[in-house]
């Protein structure tokens, strides 16, 4: 998996951007069929109802020119209105579909498809750094130039009606081509334009004026490969400082420091890849800007040199005016659509790197092993989790850089069990190895004596209920965020917010568990402190009701004497549940049955509080007394 532009990534063939493309297609087809239908006949409807109006006309025009019959004239007239008024309704209909489906689709393109992965991928690939880069280089290539899904459907979108239009107008035009030239006196040269080579020169040349757009415009459009690197980092530059000063979390700093005209915008200046005097504007004005000005006046010429021929044709006497008013229209439009058929082929070869890199990251493969043994449900909670000679390196680690070694513990059921140890020492290792996001480099894990790796991983990790350092909620009501989901038992939800200490914040709350935390959906959303968010995050943990329950420095944010309540009182309701804390603050270890202290990686100390405060060469004694100094 790569994360910044490479050699392969520019070195696209045209072969491998059309099966690209075609994969891409396929990918949207089965995410949204719905889509294909609504653009299709949007396009369809697109190309006739031109056509119609074309050929209506042109008979209307050659009863005018001929013999003026007041039945055929009503005839003609009523058929246009009725013909138009109908594909001109269904045209409005397909149109207002596909402007429905295209909001739809865009969300998927943009957000669902990676969404996806990042939902299924293996945790070690999701916390690599080198992922977050990646689905940030294909998001900001989306949003920036368009490049990637979302361009597939927009090059689809565009190229389906020119093909109709080159069907419709082929149609349409053949009579230009098989009525010829009356061999009269009159004639003169004009006769001429009835040898085959006629028309297949006026092909070629439009052909060719075509082709000649076309190249300037894919030559126009491969510029945003190279530009690609340097907007995505003008994008970083704008959202870290263009917007500063209206993120409200920063207003403090912003204010006292006078941040924002100090240093946000001095650096957003120097490094404004978007300003007119930036490598990337001159880039665009000088290649791109000029390419594309060339692809749109060389599409013009095509109009002259049709009118031309079909001029000199008439005027030799081949068909009347009305056909006239049918072979330009005809062939105009159909040439029309040959741009932009070959324009879209163009941008297919453009969004080739960009597919490429997108289908790279979709692509990449999970490695964790998948078990198929079932957990045991069991009403005891009677589970039974042994770490055995486990050690653990995080993968692009230096050589012997361990985060774990050697660890060894086994959980007694319905324990409570301290983790502390200073900041590095592997503790929240230890935490997502019990809860398998990660495998261990050495060693097992077993739950009932098993390799957790045997066990399906859902079901495994049903039996935890975390609540960790880094937790987040969500800026929907309280009841979902307590339940994490979107239906749940609102007796439990409350029941579990006062067991957290929440109880009388709960009270006051004006919708009770209806009520929105946060005011990014809700205007009359609730804005919580840092305890209090991490009450509802214990009361979260609560309702899960698992038989291990982990708790990574959940009151962090709390003082020591609110930090104590919570411990005692969440001590009564784990009940049988097997307790697992992290703590920086050793009055905690007090409440547990076993402490277990880490020191570089390894578990230097077991025991109970009253044991290893006694040992004073012991490290629990040096953290016991570096805390107690502070509150003597």
């Known amino acids: 998996m790569k994360n910044e532009t490479s050699q392969d990534d520019a070195q696209v063939t045209v072969g491998r951007a059309w099966r690209l493309e075609w994969r891409a297609l396929r990918l949207c087809w089965r995410l949204r069929p719905a889509w294909f239908v609504a653009t299709v006949g949007d396009a369809l409807m697109k190309a006739a109802l031109p056509y119609a109006t074309i050929w209506f006309s042109a008979r209307l025009i050659d009863e005018l020119a001929g013999a003026r019959d007041p039945a055929r004239l009503r005839m003609w007239v009523l058929l246009i209105l009725a013909v138009g008024a109908a594909l001109g309704l269904a045209a409005a209909v397909f149109a207002r579909w596909r402007d429905a489906e295209d909001e739809a689709m865009e969300l998927v393109a943009r957000q669902q498809v990676t969404a996806d992965k990042l939902s299924t991928v293996d945790f070690p690939i999701l916390d690599d750094q080198r992922t977050s880069d990646v689905v940030a280089h294909i998001l900001q290539s989306d949003r920036m130039a368009g490049k990637g899904l979302r361009n597939v459907t927009l090059t689809f979108g565009r190229a389906l009606p020119g093909i109709f239009q080159i069907t419709g107008g082929a149609a349409l035009s053949v009579g230009l081509f098989t009525s010829p030239v009356p061999g009269t006196p009159d004639a003169g040269w004009l006769v001429a334009l009835n040898h085959p080579m006629a028309g297949a020169a006026l092909f070629a ?45 920063r207003a403090l700093d912003l204010r006292m420091y006078r941040q924002y005209e100090r240093v946000a915008l001095p650096f957003w200046k120097t490094n404004n890849t978007f300003g007119v005097h930036a490598k990337s504007y001159r880039m665009i004005t000088r290649v791109m800007g ?36 049918q072979y330009v229209g005809a062939i105009t439009t159909m040439f029309a659509g040959v741009h932009t058929v070959l324009n879209q082929a163009g941008e297919i070869r453009a969004n080739g790197p960009f597919l490429q890199r997108l289908f790279a990251f979709l692509d990449t493969p ?39 070694r050697h660890a060894n513990v086994k959980f007694r059921v319905g324990s409570r069990l301290a983790v502390v140890g200073e900041n590095g020492s592997g503790k929240t290792t230890f935490i997502k190895l019990l809860c398998r996001l990660y495998d261990p480099t050495e060693g097992q894990i077993l739950l009932n004596g ?20 880094d937790f987040r909620l969500l800026a929907l009501p309280l009841g979902q965020n307590v339940a994490g989901s979107a239906s749940y038992d609102p007796a439990l939800a409350a029941r579990c917010l006062r067991d957290a200490d929440f109880g009388e914040r709960f009270a006051s709350l004006p919708h009770g568990l209806d009520t929105f935390l946060y005011r990014e959906l809700d205007p009359d959303g609730v804005e919580i402190s840092g305890g209090e968010a991490q009450k509802i995050a214990i009361a979260r943990a609560l309702y899960r009701d698992a038989p291990f329950i982990v708790l990574d420095e959940p009151t962090a944010a709390l003082d020591p004497v609110a930090e104590a309540e919570i411990y005692e009182r969440f001590d009564r309701i784990a009940l049988d549940r097997t307790a697992v804390y992290i703590s920086h603050r050793l009055s905690s270890c007090r409440f547990c049955d076993e402490v277990a202290v880490f020191d570089h990686g390894r578990i230097v100390q077991t025991g109970t509080h009253d044991q290893l405060v006694a040992d004073r060469s012991g490290k629990y004694y040096e953290l016991w007394h570096a805390q107690a100094q502070y509150y003597a």
């Open 290 to 325: 000029p390419l594309a000005a060339l692809s749109a006046g060389v599409s013009a010429l095509p109009v002259g040199v049709i009118y031309a021929f079909v001029c000199l044709k008439a005027w030799g006497g081949a068909f009347g005016v009305g056909a006239v008013t």
């Open 205 to 249: 040349l439009l052909i060719a004026d075509v082709a000649l757009s076309s190249l300037c415009y894919a030559k126009s459009s491969m510029v945003w490969f190279r530009f690609d690197d340097m907007g995505r980092f003008g994008n970083r530059v704008f959202r870290s400082f263009g917007l500063l000063f209206r993120d409200r979390r």
């Open 450 to 469: 098993i390799d957790v790796r045997k066990y399906r991983y859902d079901e495994y990790m049903r039996i935890f209920a975390v609540v960790f350092q």
């Open 366 to 404: 999970n490695t964790m092993y998948q078990g198929t043994l079932t957990t045991e449900k069991r009403s005891d909670r009677e589970y039974d989790v042994e770490f055995r000679d486990v050690s653990f390196r995080y993968p692009g680690a230096p050589e012997g850089v361990w985060a774990l």
